[in-house]
């Protein structure tokens, strides 16, 4: 990368040697089918309970069967939160796994596989199929694996095989007790493995059990919207966005909401713009495909001043694209979706305490301002989990901004600041009517141009003022006297913090933008300090980049930018932003 004006850097995906970052990076891969997921979950879950740090984020193919599906699990005993390239421990289960993850193995690496499976040089062979069948069934080769792993990290068996007895016991005691067996063969592999000299990779310590919290980013925006008030959910499924839809059926009658699956993504906007006119705070999750069969109804909300709260979880299109996969390609989607003039705001957490956050806010501020909000997330984000101390809910708010109304009550009266009081059918004694076509203060359809419909516009117009005004602001990270600032939104947060740790560039800050749009108004004075401002974005024109440029005047220097449908890895950061 360089620093000439309107320089781009398309990374690569293979073939940085930047020193490995914190901790241990094990890949586990095989077919649809292999349990993936499974071993994923065990070992993040009984690591965690035994006192290391943990980070697991997955890719998959868009397929029922078939194909190769990974999981990274980082091990440390700092906390880590980012996706790295340098595998330590690979465990592929078949040839075709192997195949495609051999890019980013090291000289290090060790690989762990079942030499009658697959051909591979250097392989440690661990026969996990014939161990599976001794133990009962050879579909329990993934808990063999996840038995090596806790071996080789010394992980606590008491620990181990009390989740698995958690997770199996629903299947019966002979499932049970067919994977401890499993997990106690593949557990005394592993320690046998870590007292020999073919394991190279630096220990690590644990730290003591605490209660901390194993969150995804599915998680925290469903938590999230729950502790914002949310009290239904509509969605049609498409992923990467369905895990919330799901997690929040999952709560539906603990947590009192109404869940439902929408005919198709029209309705599903629709239905909640409804459910917002009745008082209720409907949460909508879809995807690119989803969101713009939406727009429609979003301009909908725009003319009659609904709330809305939409969670978009990006994945590359154009059309199917690539839906299993991640991309941040969705921000003019949202910032340009409806037509017509109307305020919007877009929020784009950037870790899971700040998903929590962003999505409890974001009923507040659509209740607030009347206005449609959009989560923006993306499939690396929702998909990826570690573990934090704690969720904070000291500045959660649930306000309701709704007026009991009277008989001479009208929906859109004219005020100064735009904001008409939002009354709800039943709550008083006053009509609540709405329109969609232009209308007086009253709901009622009007033609009179240079009237009340002039007026009408003017005073959604004007709401634009309050809504920018507080704006969040950007968050700075790193030394305040910089000469190099990084600006970025969304899931590069903890990429480009854990790179810029590795550059150790006291002249480099990092400018984190939890809003999108409208940009506050601190961002112009925050660029202008620069002398070289440097775009990361996991998109190809740098849509938010352009946005910077187009509200504050602002030209971005370089751009570190990947679309290849998968996220930024530490190294590919660091590498780009040592070049400059």
Same mark, same amino acid.
């Given at each position: 990368?360089t620093?000439?004006?309107d320089?781009?850097?398309?990374t690569a995906?293979?073939?940085?040697q930047?020193?490995?970052?914190?901790?241990? &990076?094990?890949?586990?891969?095989?077919?649809?089918?292999?349990?993936?997921?499974?071993?994923?979950?065990?070992l993040?879950n009984?690591?965690?309970?035994?006192?290391?740090?943990?980070?697991?984020?997955?890719?998959?193919?868009?397929?029922?069967?078939?194909?190769v599906?990974?999981?990274q699990?980082?091990? &440390?005993?700092?906390?880590?939160?980012?996706?790295v390239?340098?595998?330590d421990?690979?465990?592929?289960?078949?040839?075709?796994s192997?195949?495609r993850?051999?890019? /980013?193995?090291?000289s290090?690496?060790?690989?762990?596989?079942?030499?009658?499976?697959?051909?591979a040089?250097?392989?440690?062979?661990?026969p996990f199929?014939?161990?599976?069948?001794?133990?009962?069934?050879?579909?329990?080769? /993934?808990?063999?694996?996840?038995?090596?792993?806790?071996?080789?990290?010394?992980?606590?068996?008491?620990?181990?095989?009390?989740?698995?007895?958690?997770v199996?016991?629903?299947?019966?005691d002979?499932?049970?007790?067919?994977?401890?067996?499993a997990?106690?063969?593949?557990y005394?592999?592993? &320690?046998?493995?870590?007292?020999?000299?073919?394991?190279?990779?630096?220990?690590?310590?644990?730290?003591?059990?605490?209660q901390?919290?194993?969150?995804?980013?599915t998680?925290?925006?469903?938590?999230?919207?729950?502790?914002?008030?949310?009290?239904?959910?509509?969605?049609?499924?498409?992923?990467?966005s369905?895990?919330?839809?799901t997690q929040?059926?999952s709560?539906?009658?603990?947590?009192?909401?109404a869940?439902?699956?929408?005919?198709?993504?029209?309705?599903?906007?629709?239905?909640a713009?409804?459910?917002w006119?009745?008082?209720?705070?409907?949460?909508?999750?879809?995807?690119?495909?989803?969101?713009a069969?939406?727009?429609?109804g979003?301009?909908?909300?725009g003319?009659?001043e609904?709330p809305?709260?939409i969670?978009?979880?990006q994945?590359?299109?154009?059309?199917?694209?690539?839906?299993?996969?991640?991309?941040?390609?969705?921000?003019?989607?949202?910032?340009?979706?409806?037509?017509?003039?109307?305020?919007?705001?877009?929020?784009?957490?950037?870790?899971?305490?700040q998903?929590?956050?962003?999505?409890?806010?974001?009923f507040?501020?659509?209740?607030?301002?009347?206005?449609?909000?959009?989560?923006?997330?993306?499939?690396?984000?929702?998909?990826t989990?570690?573990d934090?101390?704690?969720?904070?809910?000291?500045n959660?708010?649930?306000?309701?901004?709704?007026?009991?109304?009277?008989?001479?009550?009208?929906?859109?009266?004219l005020?100064?600041?735009?904001?008409?009081?939002r009354?709800?059918?039943?709550f008083?004694?006053?009509?609540?009517?709405?329109?969609?076509?232009?209308h007086?203060?009253?709901?009622r359809?009007t033609e009179?141009l240079?009237?009340?419909?002039?007026?009408m516009?003017?005073?959604?117009?004007?709401?634009?003022?309050?809504?920018?005004?507080?704006a969040?602001?950007p968050?700075?990270?790193?030394?305040?006297?910089?000469?190099r600032?990084?600006?970025?939104?969304?899931?590069?947060? /903890?990429?480009?913090?854990?790179?810029?740790?590795?550059?150790?560039?006291?002249?480099?800050?990092?400018?984190f933008?939890?809003q999108?749009?409208?940009?506050?108004?601190?961002?112009?004075?925050?660029?202008?300090?620069?002398?070289?401002?440097i775009?990361v974005?996991?998109?190809?024109?740098a849509?938010f980049?352009?946005?910077?440029?187009k509200?504050?005047?602002?030209?971005i220097d370089?751009?570190?930018?990947?679309? /290849?449908?998968?996220?930024?890895?530490?190294?590919?950061?660091?590498e780009?932003?040592?070049?400059?």
């Amino acid at each position: 990368m360089t620093d000439k004006h309107d320089e781009t850097t398309e990374t690569a995906s293979s073939g940085y040697q930047t020193p490995h970052p914190e901790g241990i &990076s094990i890949v586990l891969a095989g077919g649809a089918g292999h349990g993936i997921q499974s071993i994923e979950a065990i070992l993040v879950n009984v690591l965690k309970k035994d006192g290391y740090h943990v980070f697991a984020t997955k890719e998959y193919m868009s397929r029922i069967r078939g194909g190769v599906n990974s999981t990274q699990i980082r091990v &440390s005993e700092k906390p880590v939160r980012s996706y790295v390239e340098g595998t330590d421990i690979f465990i592929p289960l078949d040839q075709a796994s192997y195949e495609r993850c051999k890019k /980013n193995l090291k000289s290090t690496t060790a690989v762990l596989a079942d030499a009658s499976k697959l051909q591979a040089p250097n392989t440690i062979d661990i026969p996990f199929e014939k161990v599976a069948s001794e133990s009962g069934n050879p579909l329990f080769a /993934n808990t063999v694996s996840a038995g090596v792993i806790c071996g080789i990290l010394d992980v606590s068996q008491e620990i181990l095989y009390e989740y698995i007895t958690t997770v199996f016991s629903k299947k019966g005691d002979d499932v049970v007790n067919g994977n401890i067996k499993a997990a106690q063969s593949g557990y005394l592999t592993g &320690s046998q493995l870590k007292q020999s000299v073919r394991l190279t990779f630096n220990t690590i310590k644990k730290n003591k059990p605490t209660q901390s919290l194993l969150l995804s980013g599915t998680e925290a925006v469903t938590f999230g919207a729950l502790a914002g008030g949310c009290d239904s959910c509509f969605a049609y499924p498409m992923t990467p966005s369905t895990g919330v839809f799901t997690q929040m059926a999952s709560f539906a009658e603990r947590a009192g909401v109404a869940v439902e699956q929408v005919e198709d993504e029209i309705g599903v906007v629709n239905m909640a713009l409804g459910a917002w006119y009745a008082g209720a705070r409907p949460l909508v999750s879809t995807s690119g495909g989803g969101f713009a069969l939406m727009t429609e109804g979003i301009s909908l909300a725009g003319m009659i001043e609904s709330p809305l709260v939409i969670h978009l979880a990006q994945r590359p299109g154009p059309a199917t694209g690539l839906p299993t996969r991640t991309e941040q390609g969705d921000l003019n989607l949202a910032l340009y979706a409806g037509h017509g003039v109307f305020p919007r705001i877009i929020l784009a957490p950037g870790d899971t305490e700040q998903a929590f956050e962003l999505s409890a806010q974001a009923f507040t501020l659509a209740d607030q301002y009347q206005v449609p909000v959009f989560i923006l997330t993306d499939q690396y984000f929702v998909d990826t989990y570690y573990d934090i101390p704690q969720i904070r809910t000291e500045n959660i708010k649930t306000e309701r901004f709704i007026t009991e109304t009277t008989k001479d009550y009208k929906r859109y009266t004219l005020t100064e600041d735009g904001f008409s009081p939002r009354g709800i059918p039943g709550f008083g004694s006053g009509l609540v009517c709405t329109d969609s076509d232009e209308h007086d203060q009253s709901a009622r359809i009007t033609e009179e141009l240079d009237d009340i419909a002039l007026e009408m516009k003017n005073k959604r117009y004007k709401k634009f003022d309050s809504v920018k005004e507080n704006a969040l602001p950007p968050v700075l990270i790193g030394e305040e006297n910089y000469s190099r600032l990084i600006v970025g939104w969304g899931s590069v947060y /903890n990429t480009v913090i854990e790179a810029m740790s590795i550059i150790d560039n006291s002249q480099t800050a990092f400018l984190f933008f939890p809003q999108l749009y409208p940009i506050h108004h601190s961002a112009s004075e925050l660029l202008q300090k620069a002398s070289t401002v440097i775009a990361v974005e996991n998109n190809q024109t740098a849509q938010f980049a352009q946005l910077l440029t187009k509200e504050t005047g602002v030209g971005i220097d370089c751009k570190i930018l990947k679309y /290849n449908g998968m996220p930024f890895s530490v190294e590919e950061v660091a590498e780009a932003l040592n070049q400059g």
